[in-house]
């Protein structure tokens, strides 16, 4: 025939070739499998060193431990995946063949056999095989049950355990007997059996595997939802709080008061004098504008952190002073310059963070270049050649022409101090095989012919921690917020890292990028779905030498045990840090984020009460954003954690936590907040809850800043800072526990509308239960929040007169309140309401206490609402 003829010419063609060929086809082919298997890695190391380390926990539905579904599934998926993705090329390429050399004869009659039996062979065990992995594949996914969405919660449901699992065990044997039945096929005639049972396994599939669990989710669990649930929102529960640490978290049941006392307020002095009046973004524009010195240095980031200040341990906002050869002047701007001359940064500048100079501006404590004050930097470790800031690929340190270490001296302002770096960061570059390979690396041939090189020049890449620390541990997670620290007179970078995976069983998973706030430095964000998170890593940057040191934060993780089976020797025990570096760690931010938004849900463990969703939380609303005159911003925008050095309820002494407070999901009270502690030591990491009786309404962060905008003293006094076309900024709303009272502060800064003018901190705002002080200072505004009494509505002086004139005039008083009140009920605004209650009874506790003075009785308890 034709066809026959068209074949027999292509063989006869081809067939010379075929040698030649054939090897090259194989080797294209296993290039591109094996660079697809390449970026399997993490997977296959997990897989590879993960034998005899156990989470603890079984899951308990197939009685696995967790290392089974993190270590050793996702690899075995791939196995799998990658196996039936090749045995079907396999089939599809041999059957080609055999059709291109006459095994297969689709137009053969009679009785000439359109397959060969050898063919028939061939493709029967092919066949086979490619079923037996289809078996193991469906063996495979009733692992990944346990972490199904189907449910009300993540994990196994009702429907996957008795429906979906069944369907699944029933397919793997259907899978297993067509295997068998292709094998016995080799001394049958005909393909009819093998071919009727794989049909019969494409309608089981659809049936049992499909069709049959959206019935018994229809009309079996959708009628009677929390009834067929309910066993498993609660394994959820567990699981959820033991993968994100939530069972780790103490709670407290604590009355809040209505108002904090000036005693205790003196007995939290260590408190008071260490709350942070300064935002970092809007502290960083003062040190850019009073500490930059010179145009070539910039300021990326100011921290949080402690230090002894005068002996004293206080809450200091610290900045690193970095390089940025973008900024060199315009006609300094040459290829010496950038790589040899402006090669590194020079000192930091840190300031108390409650407190400010008479002007507004920052309380300096670390300043100027060499910078001088506490804490003290000192020698090579004032020196940052690593750090935030990375303008150029390369700096090369040790040539023929100094560097600059800093302008200005004494006696002369122009005077240039130069250095010659003495450390042992970098690459030797002096051969000329080196500079000509690193030349070809950056196109760069000035390497390769400048004259400024000599034998022991060394060549500095990476110098940005973003893209340094990553690409040692690109299996680490990484917090938006590394930041710098002052250790033993030298600065070094803290990043904290995590081990995270979206495999633990039954765990809720939760989209990092809904819940982590972008950073505010260039670190990488966090995304991505995870169900399981660590801190198991604080990773060590020494900003002159550029050397790294990842220690084990958290020993007790599995995955980091895993990894330092893979990576033996790139791991330090935490126990090796040095006393001065266990100071300046901390609790996370980004993963306390994660943990307080799982705790909102999560603090649920009655599995009724959680589908119910009764008494779930959220994380208040940031009342500043958008406050400012003449922003739009519309979009809600979560409150921050944020850092204090402060006394927890029941303490003896301060600690340095993270706080995050918690309202009712939904409603803009406050209902809870959570304090993480960062001292080192037993305590680090210990999480607390303080939680407001049920029925007790504390007013929250919204609440409270509308209450401030409503205030006319404070409308008068920011009417007053905007003259001039000057813009009012506001710093960070903080909520600052005081045992059992609440103080909520907020400062306040102007900029003017002159030129490069930097906000100055202007007022502060302290609301101390129902009343709003104002300030020029924090102590100011403490003051005038705990002095005087309730003001009437109507700016009315307190009652004078005769004493029943004064009863009669407070009872009338808090009759008026009480109408107030009522009207703001009915209008729905619960924020007033709640202040004319307050209002009410504060009048009627006078009226009682006269009226007891008048008659020599006990004073009466006062009306309640």
Known sequence: TLEQEILER???????????????????????????????????????????VSFGFRDPVLGRDAAFYVFRLPWLEFVQGWLFS?????????????????????????????????????????????????????????????????????????????????????????????????????????????????????????????????????????????????????????????????????????????????????????TISNIRLWRPEVLREDYEGLQRIRQYYAFSDVDVDRYPIGGTRRLVMLSAREISQAQIPAGGNTWQNRHLFYTHGFGAVASVASAATPEGAPQFTLRDIPPTGEP?????????????????????????TDELDYQGTPTNDQEQVTYRYTGTGGIPIGGLLERALFAWRFRDVNL????????????????????????????????GDPYAAIVDGRLVWIW??????????????????????????????????????????????????????????????????????AFPGMFTPLTEAPSELLEHFRYPENLFQIQAYQYATYHVTDPEVFYGKQDFWAVPVDPTQGAEEGTTTTTPVPMRPYYLLMRLPGDTRERFVLIQPFTPQ????????????????????????????????????????????????????????????SKVLF????????DDGLLYVQPVYVRSAQTNAIPELKRVVVVNGSRVGIGTTLEQALQDSLSGEVVPPGGEQPPTGSVEQQIRTLLEEAAAHFEAADAALRAGDLATYQREIDAAREAVARANELAAGLTGASPAPSPTA
């Open 10 to 52: 292509y063989r006869m063609a081809a067939e010379p070739y075929l040698r030649l060929l054939l090897p090259a086809f194989s080797a294209l082919i296993a290039f591109f499998v094996g660079l697809a298997v390449t970026g399997r890695w993490e997977e296959f190391l997990l897989w590879r060193h993960s034998s005899g």
């Open 86 to 270: 090749a045995l079907v090329g396999i089939t599809v390429i041999t059957a080609f063949g055999h059709y291109l050399w006459g095994g297969i004869r689709p137009q053969a009659t009679g009785a000439v056999e359109k397959v060969t039996p050898q063919v028939k062979a061939h493709l029967s065990v092919l066949l086979g095989l490619i079923l037996v992995v289809k078996a193991w594949g469906y063996h495979l996914g009733t692992f990944d049950l346990l972490t199904s969405p189907r449910g009300v919660v993540a994990g196994a449901s009702f429907t996957d355990v008795k429906a979906q699992l069944p369907a699944l065990r029933i397919l793997i044997f259907i899978a297993a007997a067509c295997a068998v039945l292709f094998f016995v096929n080799i001394r049958l005639r005909g393909w009819a059996l093998p071919v009727i049972a794989v049909g019969l396994l494409a309608l089981v599939s659809v049936v049992a595997g499909a069709i049959y669990p959206a019935f018994v989710q229809r009309f079996r669990v959708a009628p009677q939802e929390l009834q067929r649930e309910r066993p498993y929102i609660a394994r959820n529960i567990e699981a959820t709080r033991a993968a994100f640490g939530l069972d780790r978290i103490t709670t407290q049941q604590r009355s809040a008061s209505s108002r904090v006392t000036a005693a205790q307020i003196a007995e939290n002095a260590g």
């Open 376 to 400: 003290p930097l000192e020698g090579d470790g004032q020196r940052i050649y690593y750090g935030e800031i990375s303008d150029v690929p390369f700096v090369v340190v040790r040539t023929g």
């Open 448 to 479: 390769l012919i400048s004259g400024l090189m000599q034998d022991d020049s060394r060549i500095m890449i990476y110098r940005s921690i973003y893209e340094r620390v990553p690409r040692a541990a690109p299996f680490l997670r990484f917090d």
């Open 496 to 565: 904290d890292a995590y081990t995270t995976t979206d495999r633990y069983p039954y765990s809720q998973p939760v989209a990092l990028e809904d819940v982590v706030a972008p950073p505010q430095s260039g670190a990488p964000p966090l995304v991505g779905e995870v169900n399981y998170i660590r801190n198991s890593v604080k990773v060590v940057v020494d900003a002159f030498d550029g050397s790294m040191t990842y220690y084990v934060a958290d020993p007790a993780d599995p995955v980091i045990q895993v990894w330092q089976r």
């Open 666 to 725: 939904g409603r803009q009270n406050m209902v809870a907040w959570l304090a993480a502690s960062s001292d080192p030591g037993e305590d680090y990491g210990t999480i607390l809850a303080y939680q407001f009786p049920t029925g007790q309404n504390v007013e929250g962060p919204e609440q409270v800043f509308a209450r401030i905008n409503q205030d006319l003293r404070f409308s008068s006094e920011r009417t007053l800072l905007s003259r001039g076309g």
């Open 731 to 738: 710093g960070d709303f903080l909520v600052i526990p005081i």
